[in-house]
């Protein structure tokens, strides 16, 4: 199995103002903050550009002309981008390259690393809260949820007048852009973005306002997308940083996937929990040592 993933580098007068590398087949460039790879909105616009690994090469496309993407000096809306192609936007060069990992699979990697992971988990709790070894390793391992988001039922809004409806709606919409503003930082204000957004459009059908709520409906829709490729995303990035015995890196990741799930009685997250323990005191001994 091939995982594959982006580097972008972009640089600001010679200088590196951005290097980020992304588990994934597909990145969003720009200053919004639902963006994989975000700077000012001086530098870029809300949603500036699109890369994306097909058949082992990067595709690339400017989503806006201000500031307008130039490849070779010449004005560049798609295509395919080499590792040794620089797009210069406005003020800023870019370069992206794609990297590619063979993954061993024996059932599948995702079950295989954390079940071997989560032997050790146990077994280390074992000894630090005396659990019973042979009990916990036979407990099944937890596949992740499909989703982050705990209730699939669409929120209805609380208003019963059609003008307090409409004065809700309005109100959600504005709740729901600071949320996602926030989320790329905090994952639980992207669940509580789209949350805001769908009560916001049955607010505005219940306004008999057709336009604000499909819009409303899209912005839901798609943040609760990003949403749920973020945090498959942080799974494989777990389970990669299990394989390299980067704990360090893991204990950063499965304080992301716990953010995903605050609240959730889901045995995944019963599992971050322990994982969480066993790091602290794996950790706290290499430290001693």
Known sequence: MVESGLRVVITQEQRTIADVTVHGTSVLVGSGGHCDV???????ALEQLRLSVEDRQVWAVALSRSPAALLGGRPFSSGIVTASDVLDIGRLTLRVGAWHEEVAQSSGHRRFVPLVLLFVALAGLAIYSGFAPRAGARAPLPEPPE?????????????????????????????????????????????????????????????????????????????????????????????????QADFATSRVEVAVLKSFLIGRDHPYAAWLDNLERWLQVNQGQRQRT
Do not use: M, Y
């Open 38 to 44: 975000r700077l000012g909105p001086d530098l870029l």
């Open 147 to 243: 989703t982050p988001f705990a209730d699939a039922a669409r929120p209805a809004c609380p208003e019963v007048t059609v003008a307090a409806a409409g004065v809700a709606g309005g109100d959600l919409w504005r709740e729901a852009a600071d949320h996602r503003e926030r989320w790329p930082f905090h994952p639980k204000d992207g669940l509580d973005a789209v949350r805001a957004f769908e009560t916001a459009a049955a607010c505005f059908d219940r306004a008999e306002n057709a336009a604000f709520a499909e819009e409303a409906r899209v912005q839901a829709t798609t943040l609760r997308a990003q949403l749920d490729k973020s945090f498959h995303v942080h799974h494989v990035r777990l389970s990669h940083s299990i394989n």
